[in-house]
């Protein structure tokens, strides 16, 4: 079977560290900058960075319609600003999104003390960067972790979100890339 291809939004943010935990997993690694780089791509990741940055790119480069079109029909893992692009209401400040499943999500509001930090989930170290808070989460999503009380690691037979990295634990793959690994095959093997 041809192996997959994970292609991973490259406008801004941190992009190369998922790298090596794609290839760990045998799954082509992909930068996606341009429509044309789309065809070959079975599953997104939306990285972590900026949503403010990224959405204004996302308009400039004139790709939301193409873009909200391939997550309609394709795997999509969304990482902290990848997550506030998935979510269907962002707050502080209100922005807008993709809206690819019923969560809500404040920005930035761990406050000082999660402004950074790290902690392990399902034995793996990951990082929280100025990450924000999902507060609302619809009953047809699996909480697959918290945090503090509150939903850091959410999924659907298509989507993954998560508020924090794991992408930078030097482990490969993170048990998040397995996981979302895992969930590309299941939902192509369902056809
Ligand atoms: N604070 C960023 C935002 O609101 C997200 C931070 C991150 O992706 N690590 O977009």
Not at 1 to 20: E, S, Y
Not at 47 to 52: R, Y
Not at 122 to 140: C, E, H, L, M, T
């Amino acid at each position: 079977m041809k192996p997959f291809t994970i292609g991973i939004l490259a406008l801004q943010g941190c992009i190369d560290p998922h790298r090596p935990h794609v290839e760990a997993l045998d799954i082509k690694f992909k930068e996606v900058k341009t429509a044309k780089h789309l065809e070959e791509v079975d599953a997104y990741i939306l990285p972590g960075g900026e949503s403010t940055t990224m959405l204004r790119l996302i308009k400039i480069f004139g790709l939301k319609e193409i873009l909200a079109m391939e997550f309609a029909k394709k795997p999509v893992w969304g990482i902290c600003a990848g997550a506030i692009l998935m979510a269907s209401k962002v707050t502080n400040p209100k922005q807008e999104s993709f809206s690819l499943l019923d969560f809500e999500i404040e920005r930035n509001s761990y406050g000082g003390q999660l402004q950074s930090t790290e902690i392990d989930i399902k034995d793996y170290p990951v990082s929280f960067i100025r990450a924000p808070i999902i507060n609302k989460v619809s009953d047809d999503i699996e909480v697959v972790s918290k945090y503090k009380n509150t939903p850091v690691w959410l999924k659907t037979p298509q989507y993954m979100v998560t508020t924090f990295h794991p992408e930078l634990t030097k482990t490969y793959p993170s048990q998040m890339h397995k996981e979302f690994g895992e969930l590309i095959a299941a939902y192509y093997e369902k056809g």
